[in-house]
């Protein structure tokens, strides 16, 4: 149920993972609430360390907190490096969750993803599918440590009271996306790969996998207002799937990435990568009742992030 809008003004609001893609646009759209932004360096605190959590916490006491903080990556980089994923995405949760609730906080918005649904959930996937079936293989390490997370969540407001939520946002894209093609999502990793073959005069341009699966996907600009929304209308156990309500295929994708660059080449197929789930499209009933709806549609999206690659606000971005 969603409780009394909790305001923001004047509160301390620690942004946890304040320079990554969602952290950033967290700060952004922050802006105009009118209240005080916290912000910590991983090079001052390494949230993995729970002593170093805990003090940083005790010291900085904020009232609020959003938890974007993790270790990401595409479907190669989750296959290929998965202790990474599962560790450090399960102590971030842990440390920071249990430090809030101890600190008093008084709400905090965790971020997960839509990977934490079984790979052959039916669609759109409400946030009831939850553990119904096996998990997708590429993502199940990154997938069992946001589970974990959206649990604490919950079992802290069962246990304790406290007031902690889970969003669950789809495939995100925008400024500040990370554009290193071995480790990034497939909508900055388009971007490059065209750009590259524009700029080369190449005659075509590879994907990974068949390009059938589907995904949808929303802008980060779009996922921080929802998560604002979140904030201060939401408190309830069950988790909250944040999306567009659209998905298209990849390589349908790939040709929309490839009109936007100005990339008039052929698609090739690079068939010895994954295609991973084959759709993960999230129902976003949830978040429509509590009164919000995406804004950025795909096609200025994409415009905006190729922008955004061109200005160099990508990290492991190719020179323009
Ligand atoms: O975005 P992506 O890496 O992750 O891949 P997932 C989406 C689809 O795009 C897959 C295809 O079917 C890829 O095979 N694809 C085509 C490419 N070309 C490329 C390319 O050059 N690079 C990449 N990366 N993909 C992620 C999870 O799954 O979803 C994350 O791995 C997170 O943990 C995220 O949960 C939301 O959408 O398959």
């Not at 969603?2 to 759209?29: E, I, T």
């Not at 959003?66 to 290929?80: H, K, M, Q, S, W």
């Not at 495939?171 to 490059?192: E, M, T, W």
């Not at 524009?198 to 929802?226: N, Q, Y």
């Amino acid at each position: 149920m969603s409780g009394a809008p909790y305001s923001l003004a004047g509160k301390r609001v620690w942004v946890a993972g304040h320079r990554g893609m969602v952290g950033s646009a967290l700060c952004r759209r922050l802006a105009g609430e009118g209240c005080e932004i916290l912000i910590v360096g991983r090079e001052r605190l390494d949230l993995r360390r729970q002593a170093e959590v805990e003090a940083w916490l005790a010291a900085n006491r904020p009232q609020a907190v959003f938890l974007p903080a993790a270790r990401v990556g595409g479907i190669l980089a989750n296959d290929t490096w998965p202790a990474d994923f599962l560790y450090d995405n399960l102590m971030i949760a842990a440390n920071v969750i249990h430090a809030a609730w101890q600190a008093g906080v008084e709400k905090l918005v965790y971020l997960g993803s839509t990977c934490v649904y079984p790979k052959f959930a039916e669609q759109p996937i409400v946030e009831e599918a939850l553990l119904r079936g096996p998990l997708e293989p590429t993502n199940q390490w990154y997938a069992v440590a946001k589970i974990a997370g959206l649990k604490l969540c919950a079992a802290y407001r069962r246990q304790h009271g406290a007031d902690f939520i889970a969003a669950m946002p789809t495939n995100l894209y925008g400024p500040g996306d990370n554009f290193d093609l071995a480790a990034s999502h497939v909508v900055p990793a388009l971007i490059r790969k065209a750009h590259e073959a524009k700029i080369a005069g190449a005659a075509s341009m590879e994907i990974w996998g068949t390009g059938t699966p589907r995904r949808e996907f929303l802008h980060v600009d779009d996922c921080a207002d929802a998560l604002v929304h979140l904030m201060r209308h939401y408190s309830d156990e069950i988790h909250v799937n944040v999306g567009s309500g659209e998905d298209i295929a990849i390589a349908d994708l790939a040709r929309l990435v490839m009109r936007v660059v100005g990339f008039k080449g052929d698609l090739t197929h690079d068939l010895s990568k994954p295609d991973g789930t084959p759709r993960k499209l999230a129902s976003g009933e949830r978040l429509a009742a509590l009164g919000w709806r995406p804004s950025i549609g795909l096609g200025e999206g994409l415009a905006s992030a190729y922008d955004a690659f061109l200005a160099g606000e990508g990290r492991g971005r190719a020179p323009a």
